[in-house]
């Protein structure tokens, strides 16, 4: 990735500012509380399982997006698969080509995907947690027919798929219990979102920023929100997060914090809570000295799921602000469109939204 073809140049209001506005608020959250008692018996424990509740409803509401510490994954296994995926990415790119996703294998390397119609300054691997993973086998909303994704593996590193597949169970654990304190933070029942999972669609991706000669044209990753129900990312400490601040529409950079994990909010959320959470934009930043790498776990429900307001969050004087629509069709209109550059934006939840 040397100089910047103009497929990677961003519109002038998109491109990045020269000025770095650093989080100061972006919640950061101590799980310890959760990690530390198995089932709480004393007044206190209580006390502060309920005070994490509470700070989790308050990050999602306010921010969309908050930090972890005290989270539970293992550090090694973090460690491991970032090592991995140095690995992985350091070889020639005819090596790593070698396992490119393309239409039919959605799944493994691949170095041209866009964001917003507009390429990003970076490549990819990806792999599912559930292997094989269930979905449609077409868009066509009468066809019911599934076929399954695979993971492509590539020779080397030759410890890559133990790693992913070991941090993977971690960070899914992690994962379920934030919804299980979503849910609480919303009136619900702490396992309310569990059967949602049972065959979930969730992936992981190892990405790699190399660094950029005109980190001024282009991004990483162009302004979006997240489609699933909840991202987990490992960052390292080069940074380039930008959060889109609810307040006041400012682009905000999240400050690395040593082993925590950040959390966000994605538009099925947005639409389970009725919009007492939102999906927040944000976007990925280059820098033209310093390479960087990240890895989010994307939550996704089972493919089958149909994705609408829950019921006990609409009443009268709230109701449903969104029609029911197919994960499983969502998802793949989503994957396929990484394969082409379209004409039109890509779909969206609002597509679904009822108007007022």
Known sequence: MGEVDPAFIQDP???PKLSITEAEG???????????ILTPDSISELKAIEGLVREIGSACKNWGFFQVINHGVALDKREKIETAARKFFAQPLEEKRKIRRDEKIVVGYYDTEHTKNVRDWKEVFDFVVEEPTLVPASLDPEDKEETEWINQWPENPPELRLV???YAREV??????LMGLIALSLGLPEDRFNSYFKDQTSFIRLNHYPPCPSPRLALGVGRHKDGGALTVLAQDDVGGLEVKRKTDGEWIRVKPTPNAYIINVGDVIQVWSNE????VEHRVMVNSEKERFSIPFFLNPAHYTQVKPLEELTDERNPAKYKPYSWGK???HRKLSNFKKLNTENIQIYHFRVSE
């Open 13 to 15: 209001e998109h491109r």
């Open 26 to 36: 972006i919640p950061l959250i101590d799980l310890s509380p959760i990690n530390s």
């Open 164 to 166: 992913c597949e070991e």
């Open 172 to 177: 899914e654990k992690l994962a379920l219990k």
């Open 276 to 279: 007492r959470y939102e999906s």
């Open 330 to 332: 969502f998802i793949t």
